[in-house]
């Protein structure tokens, strides 16, 4: 028997665990090709150094992660028991995403039911749905388009280094500075055994002896190239005719098998070509040798060489001369909207360019252009290294380079990379490789402590993207209403409703993530340093009872310790690099459990789950994006919106002019054009004094001023309101109510101030109106009288202290009429119950009256119409107080109150079960009113009274349809009796 105790196996496990590792299939061959000779792996040699300078180190003292970083010393290997995180070790629950290259930390998802299993495309999926709710920023990567050639990569190129301003720098980290530089490195890329482009044009003259006239050469070409788009002209001589002609090679129509026609450059397809003219013409015709060109560059240049630059005429496949068409085709195009034609016009370049569509090009892609973004705020030197990382990762071996542009709001990085590689392998990118760039820069950005999750759009329901063409048509107001609409859907975040099938289950499973999200508790937790090891701990709240206690890299083994004690939070700890060496082993656990000193447990900081709320607007989109067409709403462009803006009205009043000018220049003079000019003029008065009006209200915007400055941060005003933070200023969106979708921005906190932008709409005044007085004792308002008004009501309704001294009569006057109509309601519930039981009426106080008990409700005597409106003033009542809740539970669980005795008057005490099961009755009524809210034993006071409030009045509904229902048969019963009666009297008469 062979004694394997004896033999040192580490050499070989050592080699086995680089093969699984290698990336590619020569470095995989290379190492088994090791193993079996028994010699030692080679490396693969670096690319030679160029001679210009290296790429000087990030400024955030993160590494360099590209190919020119330097390896790893002694001191960096790691032991085996922290190699727990890898490829399906789910690290104590946690989904963990690691390349070939090596451990990547990155954000962590923590769910109560997560098990110690590897994690699945699923929990990967849900882990990047919570780093978005907990707000991270997506990574968005994009190509945007392909090239070939030395041309096209000088135009790329010029355009990334702004002509030589900016800086570019290669995958080795050389730089490329200067636009000389640019060029030469522009003229090294071109691939020279790339595809040839394809033959989409070809030129070729047609001979016939004798006369050909107009007419028979115009039906001639009609039936030979039906399906094709062509041009061509006549050129008589004395015992001929000749056709030139240039025509585009694909064609409309289809042949016998289904396939589109196409004129190919072979003999085969020629002739029958040949033959088809012939057969067309009815006589022998004679070709010369085709020319043949590629994409509308060559059909320019062909239809040029056809009129010899527009010295002679001729016609295209619609009988129009080649300059009519070119003038109709510039005339339609909405960027030439009210341009005259430039003095450089070229009638050939137009036709080609409507011959586009039909050709069917294909070009050679040599490089792509890649575009990597942020948000804006996001540190540029992190980003620039993340986005130096990326391209390492994803295009080793490949040449390219990058440089990052600030010149809009977010901070962008363009890469130019040439799809061949040096070994001859080509690069075809496809959806799943933008998932993997995505991934691979997410994982870069937070390990340079930039929180980014990769999601796709489905998950967010954005709609597609637009392209920079369809931005500045809409900057010069010429953009037809496509156009306009696909710029404003990704603009105002609409929600997209996928039509085919692929994107609705796309868009399903987006929902059911979300839906798992939202239905167990999860939190995110910070991006882990370079280098620093991760810790959890289970353990009573203001529990400081160890000088050394025990951590766990494994999160469900803390919580196991959980289970057994009286352990209440969860803490995690962030051991530093250069520290680890102060841990101690345990001596059951050694592999997972250590031993903190108390100078490291002080850099414990506890969990923080994720707010239900923070989900909930992401969960909603995406649920609306499910919704059918019939259940869309109407469309609603930006210019019809109730909210508008003196610049907008100015442009339309504008365009409003000019039509009517250019309109009475094709009037003829007389009482007609008279009449149409004074009405005109009337018109144009009127919009400029509703602008003149509007800029006044939008000088007096609608405000509330606090009596100090408080840091603005994120808050929750509601469910319907979504907050972003733009440099110091927070600005809160309103979404719709059923869909989700976004409506408009709402209210911008300054931190002394709310500047309200929506303040025509009702919620979003009462949420900044909420807000403030989270943050302020007292508030004064300023704004037009209209938003005054707003604002007195919703003061009147909820208590809100205004201190302006012209609103308060009216607040008051308001005050007592809500008094005097609950006063009325109760009084009509006392006048029904003394009718029923026969009792005398007696008046009761305001306050005795609110604070009824359930158990003896009164009976109401109102109308439909009035019970209608309870049921709504009930439903918002629910919402208010289901807000209310969810905040008291949240600011009680960062406190770790435990029990009603810990919270105050002023920040009271909120069970999470009491929130939860406020947010069902808020679920249950969203919809609809009169719908019941469930009846739940954990549900709150105030909640239970709007449920039995609710009862009354569905009560009262039921009871006045069982009494219509019992007139009506009364009356029914009293007709039969008197028709009886009529017969009897009848018979007895007889």
Not at 570 to 597: G, M, N
């Amino acid at each position: 028997m062979i004694d394997l105790a004896a033999y040192d196996l580490r050499p070989l496990s050592e080699r086995l665990r680089g093969i699984r590792a290698a990336r590619d299939f020569r470095e995989r061959r290379a190492l088994l090709e090791a193993v079996n000779s028994g010699a030692p792996p080679k490396t693969p040699g670096a690319s030679p150094a160029r001679s210009l300078p290296l790429a000087r180190p990030p400024k955030n003292g993160l590494p360099y992660t590209g190919p020119g970083a330097p390896s790893g010393g002694a001191g960096e290997k790691v032991e085996d028991e922290w190699t727990l995180r890898r490829p399906g070790s789910g690290r104590g629950g946690e989904p963990a995403i690691r390349s070939a290259s090596g451990p990547r930390p990155d954000a962590t998802l923590l769910s109560a039911g997560a098990a110690s299993s590897g994690p699945s495309g699923v929990a990967a999926s849900i882990a990047a749905k919570a780093g978005l709710a907990a707000g991270s920023q997506a990574a968005v990567v994009k190509l945007a388009s392909y090239g070939s050639g030395s041309a096209r990569a000088a135009a790329l190129l010029n355009y990334q280094s702004d002509k030589g301003q900016l800086t570019l720098e290669r995958e080795d980290g050389t730089l490329v500075t200067g636009k000389a530089a640019v060029d030469d490195l522009a003229t090294h890329w071109r691939d020279d055994d790339a595809r040839e482009p394809s033959n989409d044009i070809f030129r070729i003259s047609l001979t016939s002896e004798g006369r050909l006239g107009s007419e028979e050469v115009r039906a001639g070409l009609a039936v030979a190239l039906d399906g094709h788009r062509y041009a061509w002209r006549l050129e008589e001589r004395d015992d001929s005719t000749l056709v030139h002609l240039v025509a585009v090679a694909a064609g409309a129509r289809k042949d016998e098998y289904g396939k589109k026609e196409r004129i190919y450059a072979n003999a085969k397809s020629l002739r029958r070509f040949h033959d088809k003219i012939e057969d067309a013409f009815g006589r022998n015709v004679d070709f010369s040798a085709p020319v043949r060109a590629h994409g509308v560059e060559g059909a320019t240049t062909q239809l040029a060489a056809l009129t010899k630059a527009g010295a002679v005429p001729a016609e295209t496949d619609a009988g129009m001369s080649l300059e009519d068409a070119a003038d109709r085709h510039f005339a339609k195009q909405p960027s030439n909207a009210n341009r005259p034609k430039p003095e450089n016009f070229n009638p050939a370049l137009e036709i080609a360019k409507t011959w586009r569509p039909a050709m069917r090009s294909s070009s050679p892609r040599d490089f792509a252009h890649v575009i990597l973004s942020a948000k804006p705020g996001t540190d540029k030197d992190a980003f620039m290294d993340a986005a130096r990382a990326t391209l390492a990762r994803e295009f080793k071996g490949h040449e390219y380079v990058f440089v990052m542009h600030t010149n809009r709001r977010h901070i962008h990085v363009h890469a130019a990379v040439r799809l061949t590689s040096a070994t001859g392998e080509k690069l075809h990118p496809g959806i799943q490789d933008f998932n993997r760039w995505r991934k691979t820069l997410a994982e870069e950005a937070r390990e340079r402590q930039i929180p980014m999750e990769a999601v796709r759009r489905f998950d967010q329901a954005h709609a597609p993207s637009y392209r920079l063409k369809d931005v500045k048509m809409v900057e010069r107001s010429i953009a037809p209403e496509s156009v306009r609409r696909r710029v404003e859907r990704v603009q105002n975040r609409e929600i997209h409703r996928p039509t085919r099938d692929e994107g609705r289950r796309r868009a399903a499973e987006a929902a059911a993530e979300w839906k798992s999200l939202a239905a167990r508790r999860a939190a995110v937790l910070p991006p882990l340093a370079a280098g620093a090891r991760r810790l959890y701990r289970a353990e009573a709240a203001n529990d400081r009872s160890h000088r050394a206690p025990l951590f766990s890299i494994d999160r469900a083994l803390a919580e196991a310790y959980a289970a057994k004690g009286r352990a209440s939070q969860l803490v995690y700890l962030d051991v530093p690099a250069e520290r680890i060496s102060e841990l101690r082993t345990s001596r059951e656990l050694p592999a997972k459990v250590f031993v903190v000193p108390p100078a490291l447990d002080a850099l414990r900081k506890p969990v923080d789950w994720i707010d239900e709320a923070a989900v909930l607007p992401f969960q909603r989109r995406v649920d609306a994006a499910l919704t059918t067409i019939q259940q869309k709403r109407p469309i609603v462009s930006k210019e019809d919106r109730a909210m508008r803006t003196a610049e907008t009205m100015e442009a339309a009043r504008r365009n409003m002019a000019h039509a009517m000018d250019r309109l009475s220049g094709y009037l003829p003079e007389g009482a007609v054009k008279d009449d149409l000019m004074r009405r005109s003029r009337d018109i144009l008065a009127r919009a400029e004094g509703a602008t003149k009006e509007q800029e006044r209200l939008d000088r007096n915007p609608g405000q509330i001023e606090g009596d100090h400055f408080v840091e603005p941060d994120p808050r929750n005003v509601g469910a319907l309101f979504t907050n972003e933070k733009k440099g110091t200023e927070i600005h809160y969106k309103r979404h719709d109510r059923e869909t989700g979708a976004f409506q408009t921005l709402a209210f911008i906190d300054s931190g002394k101030q709310l500047d309200i932008r929506d303040w025509s709409n009702g919620e979003s005044v009462n949420a900044a109106l909420k807000l403030a007085s989270e943050k302020w004792e007292i508030l004064s308002v300023s704004g037009s009288d209209d938003y005054k008004e707003t604002v007195a009501r919703l003061a009147a309704e909820n208590g809100y202290k205004i201190t302006n001294p012209e609103l308060q009569d009216r607040i008051r006057e308001l005050r007592a009429k809500i008094e005097a109509q609950r006063a009325s309601i109760t009084e009509g519930k006392e006048r029904a119950e003394a009718k029923e039981t026969g009792a005398p009426m007696k008046s009761a106080p305001l306050s005795d009256v609110e604070h009824q008990k359930p158990a003896d409700p009164p009976i109401l005597n109102t109308t439909s119409a009035e019970r209608a409106i309870e049921l709504n003033s009930i439903r918002e009542r629910v919402d208010v107080e289901a807000q209310r809740e969810t905040s008291q539970a949240a600011r009680a669980r960062e406190a770790h109150e435990t029990n009603a005795a810990a919270g105050t008057e002023g920040a009271p005490y909120r069970a999470p079960e009491e929130a939860r099961a406020a947010r069902e009755a808020e679920r249950a009524v969203e919809n609809s009113p009169a719908r019941e809210i469930p009846a739940d034993p954990m549900q709150s006071e105030a909640i239970q009274a709007l449920r039995f409030e609710q009862r009354r009045v569905l009560d009262q509904a039921n009871r006045d349809d069982q009494n219509r229902i019992d007139a009506e048969n009364a009356e029914r019963f009293r007709q039969e009796e008197r028709r009886q009666d009529r017969d009897e009297a009848e018979g007895e008469s007889m």
